[in-house]
Nanobody, 123 residues
Framework: VQLQASGGGLVQAGGSLRLSCAASGRTLSSRAMGWFRRAPGKEREFVAGITWNGDTTKYADSVKGRFTISRDNAKNALYLQMSTLTPEDTAVYYC?????????????????WGQGTQVTVSS
């Protein structure tokens, strides 16, 4: 399975971006998926997760109310709509596919990872 994240870029504070993650090689419709990020000098952290069928989502407190995760199993795709961005959201964002169908926040429980896409928010 290969995951390809895209949609990152440079945006001003208060702006929006939509990240996409395309999966190839195998359907991921039975797996929970998530977005993580790593800011300079910090560890990778959970941002958002979604169950295999999209019925349940979970967010880090720092992005709750600003970010929305969604998926399209027919397209084998994952999305992250980010709004009201702040400089603290600057990081490399990674999409990942879990081992099971339900959301977990620990990166070690995710089996497949995308290569990351850079998001930079200027003040």
């Amino acid at each position: 399975v290969q995951l390809q994240a895209s949609g990152g870029g440079l945006v001003q504070a208060g702006g929006s971006l939509r990240l996409s993650c395309a999966a190839s090689g195998r359907t991921l419709s039975s797996r929970a998926m998530g977005w993580f990020r790593r800011a300079p000098g910090k560890e990778r952290e959970f941002v958002a997760g979604i169950t295999w069928n999209g019925d349940t989502t979970k967010y880090a407190d720092s992005v709750k109310g600003r970010f929305t995760i969604s998926r399209d199993n027919a397209k084998n795709a994952l999305y992250l709509q980010m709004s009201t961005l702040t400089p603290e959201d600057t990081a490399v964002y990674y999409c990942a596919a879990g081992m099971g169908g339900y959301i977990v926040v620990a990166p070690s429980t995710y089996r497949y990872w995308g290569q990351g896409t850079q998001v930079t928010v200027s003040s």
